[in-house]
C-alpha cells in the first residue's frame, strides 16, 4: 500500500473547521494502517509554526511521558505560539503529505514547490532526507565547510572531533540547505550520514529511537530561514557593550603588583582594552583562587579583592574570572531556594549561591570552562544560571558569561562561545574561518578563539599571531588567551622573555624560538586593529542588534546574500562582517597575496578605497599589516572615535563613511549599553540613506517609546575622498546635498 494522505484530507478527516483555527494547533494525522517504528505504535502530529515552518512529532502513541520529555530547553514559547487569527498565514503554510511503505512526508509551499522529503525508518527511526546542494550549520566544529561527504557523530565536547584544529563540538541538530530546505531535529540527540545522495540521520540511541520531532523550514530566503531558527529556539539576546571590547586574559600570576601593572601598561600605552580575565589555581600554579571549584580569593594574588577590583573599576576595566564547574548534572534555576541543611552542587540555586559573596565585591562576568560531561539540557541549564544568576542582585545589568559548551536554545541567554584549547598552528588558524561561519549560521551569534591558538607548537610565531589577532579582530569575541600567556599581551612579543614556562608535561607543545621574542612589528600591528575594532563597534553593535532582532548572524556566510552565486555559496575562507564589510584572514605563513572572492556589486577595498567589480576573484596583494577588508558600494559604515575603553567619553564626532556606486540606506542602533532599559524602549534607531542619482544624503532618527533624539553633529566622508563635512542633524529628518 502506499496512498497518499494530503495536507487537506487530514483536515477534512479532522473535521476541522476554517484553516486558520489550526495555526500553532497540532494535527493528529488519520491514516489507513497503525504506525510503528521501532516495534512501538505511533501517532503523527503535525503543527505548522509559521508560514515557513511546520513541525512533525512522532511519538509512542500510549506513551503521554514521550510529549513532556520534548521540554529540554531548547524549543522557545515562540515555536508554538498560535497566529489563529492569522488568516494569511492559514493559507500560506507548508503542505505535508503523507504516505506509507515507507512512511514519507513531503513537505511544499503555497506554491507546490517541495521543500523536504523525509522518509522514516520503520525498524530504527532513521530519517532520510534530500541534500540537492552543500549544507550548513550543525554546529560549532567538527568536519568543515560544507557537511556533505561526512558522516558526523555529533559528539560534544573537546573530545567531539580533532580538538587541535578544529576545536570543542558544540554540535547543533540545525542543517540549512543552499537548494532551499533548512530542518532542525529536536530529539533525539543523534548522528548524520551526508555520505551519499541521500542524507540519513541515526538516533544515537538506537533502541529508542521515540519521540521524534523535526522542524521542516522554508530556507529559499536564507535570511528568513535564520530568523525561522530563531523564532524555534529563541532570539539571541543582547550583551553589555563592553564584551565586545578587547579582552584579556592572564593565566599564572606573580603577585598583586604585577596585574596592576599589566592593567596600568594597557592604559599608558594606550592600547584599547575593556576586560582583564583571571584563570583559576589548577589550571596554573598561580591563578585568582585558591583551587579548582574554589570561591575563595588567592590571597597571594588578591590579598585585599575589594580594593583591587576598585582599582581595576577605577582605570575602567571589567573583571572576569574563570570557574569550573565540578558537578557532573545541573538541574532547576536560580529562582529555586538552596536548602540550608545541605548544600546540593547539581541544584543550581545552590550553586549559583557560592559565586554571589564574589560577586558582590564587584566581578563583572564569569568564565564558566569544561563542562564536558553534562548532558544537552544541563548544558543549557548552566548556561540559564549564567544569565539570570547575576540579575538576582543586579536586575537592571547585562550579564556576562563565556562559555565553552553549548546547547540549541543558548543564545537566549546572552553567551559567548570559545572554540577550546586548540593548538597554535597554520591550518588550525584556516580550519577556524568555515568554523565561525557555521556557528553563527547554527544560531550561536556571539563567538571567538583564543586568539593565537591555546596551544604553542613550533609553529607559534610573531607572524601566526599577528594573522590570528587580525581575524580575531572581526569575531564578536575578541581574546588573548593563552598558554605563554605573556605573549598574548599587546607587547609580549618585544620584550625578549617568555614567562612563566607553562607548557611543561603537556603533550607535543613547543615554546617559540627565542628569536621571535623581539619582534618590534606585533604591538603597532596590534594597536592598529585594536584602535579599528573600537572605530567600528557602533557598526558592531547595530549588527547584534539585527542578530536579536532578527536571527542573524554577525559572522555571515556569503551564501546568506548572495545565494544566487554558486562560487560564493562555497567560501568558507572569507565571509561578511555585519552585511556591508567582507573579510578575507590571511592565513598562510609569508603570504603576499590572498585570493578574494568578490561577490556580485562593485566593492571597494577598505584601506585603498580603489573600487573593484564583483563576480569574480581577486588576488589582493598584503604585508603583515594587512587584512584584507572590502566594502559594498552602496554601504554606509558609522566610525566612532578611537577609544581607550567603550565606556570612555569622546568629543570626537562620529563618522559616517559612505561607498557611493548605489543607493545606500543603513540604520544605527544605540541604547545605553549596559542596562535593559532598551526593553522599556530607551533606544534610538538612525536612519542614513544615500540618494546616488540625487546625490542627497537623507537622515531620520526612531525612537522607543522613551527614548528622545539628541542634537549631534556628524562628519561624512565619502570613499576615495580625504575632505569631510561636518552636518549637525537635530534628530528630526533632515536632508543635505553634496
Known amino acids: 500500500m502506499n496512498k497518499s494522505f494530503p495536507r487537506r484530507t487530514i483536515l477534512q478527516a479532522l473535521g476541522a473547521g476554517a484553516a486558520a483555527s489550526l495555526i500553532g494547533q497540532p494535527l493528529i494525522a488519520a491514516t489507513a494502517e497503525e504506525i510503528h517504528i521501532g516495534g512501538k505504535l505511533a501517532r503523527i502530529s503535525i503543527r505548522p509554526v509559521s508560514r515557513h515552518t511546520t513541525r512533525i512529532t512522532i511519538a509512542e502513541k500510549l506513551n503521554l511521558a514521550q510529549e513532556t520529555s520534548l521540554d529540554d530547553g531548547a524549543v522557545a514559547a515562540t515555536a508554538v505560539a498560535s497566529t489563529k487569527n492569522d488568516q494569511a498565514a492559514a493559507r500560506d503554510v507548508l503542505r505535508v503529505s503523507i504516505s506509507q511503505n515507507p512512511l514519507t512526508f513531503q513537505i511544499e509551499d503555497a506554491s507546490q514547490r517541495t521543500i523536504q522529503i523525509l522518509k522514516i525508518g520503520e525498524q530504527d527511526g532513521s530519517v532520510t532526507f534530500q541534500l540537492g546542494g552543500p549544507i550548513f550549520g550543525m554546529g560549532e566544529g567538527g568536519p568543515q565547510f560544507d557537511r556533505r561527504g561526512n558522516v558526523d557523530r555529533m559528539r560534544s565536547g573537546q573530545g567531539g572531533y580533532r580538538l587541535r584544529t578544529n576545536g570543542g563540538r558544540v554540535p547543533v541538530q540545525w542543517l540549512i540547505g543552499a537548494a532551499g530546505w533548512a530542518m532542525f531535529i529536536h530529539q533525539p540527540p543523534g548522528n548524520f550520514d551526508l555520505t551519499g545522495a541521500e542524507g540519513i540521520f541515526r538516533a544515537a540511541n538506537a533502541d529508542s529511537p521515540l519521540p521524534l520531532d523535526i522542524f521542516v523550514v522554508d530556507a529559499s530566503d536564507p535570511a528568513a530561514a535564520m530568523q525561522e531558527y530563531a523564532r524555534i529556539t529563541g532570539f539571541p539576546e543582547m550583551p553589555p557593550l563592553w564584551a565586545l571590547g578587547y579582552q584579556q586574559s592572564h593565566r599564572t600570576l606573580a603577585g598583586p603588583d604585577e596585574i596592576l601593572g599589566i592593567a596600568k601598561t594597557f592604559r599608558e600605552k ?339 578605497e580603489e573600487r573593484r567589480s564583483g563576480g569574480h576573484e581577486v588576488s589582493r596583494e598584503v604585508d603583515l599589516a594587512t587584512l584584507p577588508l572590502y566594502v559594498r558600494a552602496g554601504s554606509i559604515i558609522p566610525l566612532g572615535p578611537v577609544k581607550q575603553h567603550t565606556g570612555e567619553h569622546s568629543d570626537e564626532p562620529m563618522t559616517l563613511v559612505i561607498y557611493p556606486g548605489a543607493d545606500a540606506t543603513y540604520t544605527l542602533y544605540e541604547d545605553d549599553g549596559a542596562t535593559f532599559n532598551y526593553r522599556r524602549g530607551e533606544w534610538r534607531k538612525t536612519t542614513v540613506s544615500w540618494d546616488e542619482s540625487a546625490k542627497t544624503l537623507r537622515l531620520n532618527s526612531t525612537a522607543g517609546t522613551k527614548a528622545v533624539p539628541k542634537a549631534r553633529p556628524l562628519l561624512v566622508r565619502f570613499a576615495g575622498q580625504a575632505a569631510t563635512r561636518k552636518i549637525n542633524f537635530n534628530g528630526s529628518r533632515a536632508e543635505f546635498r553634496f
Open 270 to 608: 594606550k592600547l584599547p582594552c575593556d576586560t582583564l580575565i583571571y584563570l583559576g589555581t589548577g589550571f596554573c600554579p598561580s591563578g585568582w583562587n585558591t583551587d579548582n571549584g574554589s570561591f575563595q580569593f588567592n590571597p597571594q594574588v588578591f590579598p585585599e579583592p575589594k580594593k583591587q577590583i576598585d582599582q581595576f573599576h577605577d582605570l575602567n576595566f571589567h573583571i572576569v574570572l574563570h570557574d569550573v564547574i565540578l558537578s557532573r548534572a545541573l538541574r532547576g534555576t536560580v529562582h529555586d531556594p538552596c536548602a540550608l541543611t545541605r548544600f546540593d552542587a547539581e541544584q543550581v540555586g545552590c550553586y549559583w549561591e557560592a559565586h554571589r559573596k564574589d560577586f558582590a565585591l564587584g566581578v563583572d562576568g564569569w568564565w564558566p570552562d569544561e563542562g564536558d560531561p553534562l548532558g544537552g539540557p544541563a548544558r543549557l541549564t548552566r548556561i540559564r544560571m549564567f544569565y539570570e544568576g547575576p540579575q538576582l542582585d543586579r536586575a537592571n545589568e547585562r550579564p556576562f558569561a563565556l562559555h565553552r559548551n553549548g546547547y540549541p536554545g543558548m543564545q537566549r541567554y546572552a553567551p559567548f562561545l570559545w572554540s577550546g584549547d586548540v593548538y597554535s598552528t597554520w591550518e588550525t588558524l584556516r580550519t577556524h574561518i568555515p568554523i565561525g561561519i557555521n556557528t553563527g549560521l547554527s544560531g550561536i551569534p556571539l563567538w571567538g578563539t583564543d586568539t593565537g591558538g591555546f596551544v604553542p607548537t613550533k609553529e607559534f610565531t610573531g607572524e601566526l599571531f599577528v594573522r590570528w589577532f587580525q581575524f580575531s579582530a572581526f569575531c564578536p569575541l575578541f581574546r588573548g588567551h593563552g598558554r605563554d600567556w605573556k605573549l598574548r599581551l599587546p607587547w609580549g612579543w618585544n620584550t625578549g622573555e617568555l614567562g612563566p614556562n607553562e607548557i611543561t608535561n603537556y603533550g607535543d607543545a613547543v615554546n617559540p624560538d627565542p628569536s621571535e621574542l623581539h619582534n618590534a612589528d606585533v604591538e603597532p600591528i596590534r594597536k592598529k586593529y585594536l584602535e579599528l575594532r573600537y572605530r567600528l563597534l557602533p557598526y558592531l553593535y547595530t549588527a547584534v542588534r539585527q542578530s536579536h532582532e532578527t536571527g542573524m548572524p554577525i559572522i555571515r556566510a556569503l551564501w546568506l546574500h548572495y545565494q544566487d552565486d554558486s562560487a560564493a555559496a562555497l567560501r568558507g575562507d572569507e565571509y561578511l562582517f555585519g552585511r556591508e564589510i567582507l573579510v578575507a584572514p590571511v592565513t598562510e605563513k609569508s603570504a603576499t597575496t590572498k585570493a578574494v572572492y568578490l561577490p556580485r556589486d562593485d566593492w571597494f577595498d577598505f584601506w585603498t
